[in-house]
T-cell receptor, first 110, second 114 residues
Framework: RKEVEQDPGPFNVPEGATVAFNCTYS??????FFWYRQDCRKEPKLLMSVYSSGNEDGRFTAQLNRASQYISLLIRDSKLSDSATYLCVVGGSGNTPLVFGKGTRLSVIA | ETGVTQSPTHLIKTRGQQVTLRCSSQ?????VSWYQQALGQGPQFIFQ???????GRGNFPPRFSGLQFPNYSSELNVNALELDDSALYLC?????????????FGPGTRLTVL
């Protein structure tokens, strides 16, 4: 089982749609969880951290389920500018590096 | 922009050659991590430098080596290049010694090995 697995893409959705990405991780000792966004041929940028209680930032909501070792990202009211690859990132304790998933590509269509 | 810069932006080498990639961290950041991102994959951790010492290493062979300088800038050196080394090499800076701190990425160096 891969350390971090994400939904295979691509997701093609119309503007205004709600889209959800899922991610599972294999290391039950993982402590840090993030979603990064990567535009085509650009560097990854932090979208949001994921907390046990779940967190929301505008149209974006992240959830963590430690029991199922599962992370999700929900995007509401999709915009054209949301088109990108979304990377699920998981970290263990401070002495183990971040592990990135392969990413899920989202295309929002007018 | 993150303030992390990398050079060069693109590079073409042949098998067996050696390459040095450079990174300047964001102002105030004392930690630099290097990642390799192959096409269609997520970034893979190569190693991290904190205060000029290697602070963690991923599953990469010894021909991948690095340095960090007193001003916290860093170099990634790859010897005996192989075709599979073709990838985007990302440098990320962060504050503090932890490997799981928020990473601020530079634009990357795209290396092609022929």
């Amino acid at each position: 089982r891969k350390e971090v697995e994400q939904d295979p893409g691509p997701f093609n959705v119309p503007e205004g749609a709600t889209v959800a990405f899922n991610c599972t991780y294999s290391n039950s000792a993982s402590q840090s969880f993030f979603w990064y966004r990567q535009d085509c041929r650009k560097e990854p940028k932090l979208l949001m951290s994921v907390y046990s209680s779940g967190n929301e930032d505008g149209r974006f909501t992240a959830q963590l389920n430690r029991a199922s070792q599962y992370i999700s990202l929900l995007i509401r009211d999709s915009k054209l500018s949301d088109s990108a690859t979304y990377l699920c990132v998981v970290g263990g304790s401070g002495n183990t590096p971040l592990v990135f998933g392969k990413g899920t590509r989202l295309s929002v269509i007018a | 922009e993150t303030g992390v810069t990398q050079s060069p932006t693109h590079l073409i080498k042949t098998r067996g050659q050696q390459v040095t990639l450079r990174c300047s961290s964001q102002s105030g950041h004392n930690t630099v991590s290097w990642y390799q991102q192959a096409l269609g994959q997520g970034p893979q951790f190569i190693f991290q430098y904190y205060r000029e010492e290697e602070n963690g290493r991923g599953n990469f062979p010894p021909r991948f080596s690095g340095l960090q300088f007193p001003n916290y800038s860093s170099e990634l050196n790859v010897n005996a290049l192989e075709l599979d080394d073709s990838a985007l090499y990302l440098c990320a800076s962060s504050l503090g010694q932890g490997l799981v701190n928020e990473q601020f990425f530079g634009p990357g160096t795209r290396l092609t090995v022929l």
